[in-house]
């Protein structure tokens, strides 16, 4: 039996269904590489340029959707050959994953707790002790999109040294969209995603996209005009 089965046919027909269900929330854009060179693409907060976007908080705000792509992704997460019978806890980075975190961690019948954001240094996350993960039990983080590992290895280092007990995660994250920079290893099993779409970050200055004559968009506040809707 595969990863998959039980669900869909295949990790296609998954990815598929919840593109479908981004596209629908207004959740998502690719800048289409065959198409019109000189189309828009998204500029960040920080100057940077992407040839995509995704906003997983249009999706998961609807605690319906949510409910819906948790147990997706329990169900893969029960089927995976290294997951025991009883996961315990669920952990999420703050704060667009904590409403999902704890969806998932209801659909596997664990408990569910979160980082918090360190308020001095930027994009570090700290474990405040509002949670206590007693000794032995198994541990899943659980997010609803991953980019690179950076927060993954601040979330787990937050709570190895602020958790009482030493925290055993699972050797894997689980997350509804996965967009890494490059094509991942597809052996690799360090990630179960319902969707994984690389999305290419470059500085202007070395953007591909600019130098075509593709104008830069931030996609909060110019939304119709990077994707024509």
């Not at 937050?158 to 009482?164: L, T």
């Not at 699972?170 to 290893?185: E, G």
Request: net charge positive; proline share 8%; glycine share 6%.
């Amino acid at each position: 039996m595969g990863l998959w089965s039980g669900i869909r046919d295949s990790k296609q027909d998954i990815e598929e269904e919840v593109l479908g269900i981004y596209r629908v929330r207004n959740a998502v854009w690719f800048f289409n590489h065959q198409g019109d060179p000189k189309a828009p693409h998204v500029e960040l907060t920080t100057g940077l340029c992407r040839d995509g976007y995704v906003d997983s908080g249009k999706v998961t705000c609807d605690p319906k959707i949510a409910e819906y792509l948790a147990r997706m992704l329990a169900v893969c997460v029960r089927q995976h050959p290294s997951v025991p019978s009883n996961i315990q806890w669920v952990v999420s980075s703050a704060y667009a994953a904590i409403t999902f975190g704890y969806e998932l961690a209801r659909q596997l019948g664990a408990q569910h707790a979160f980082t918090e954001k360190d308020p001095i240094v930027p994009r570090r996350m700290t474990w405040s002790g509002r949670f206590t993960i007693p000794t032995y039990a198994t541990a899943l983080q659980g997010e609803e999109l991953i980019t690179t590992f950076y927060t993954v290895s601040t979330v787990r280092e937050a709570v190895r040294a602020g958790n009482e007990y030493p925290v055993a995660f699972l050797p894997f994250v689980a997350t509804v969209f996965h967009r890494p920079p490059s094509p991942p290893d597809p052996t690799d099993p360090s990630v179960i995603a319902l969707v994984t779409k690389v999305i290419q970050t470059w500085q202007r200055t070395d953007c591909p996209l600019c130098q075509q004559g593709s104008p830069r968009y931030r996609p909060r506040s110019h939304w119709r005009e990077l994707t024509g809707k």
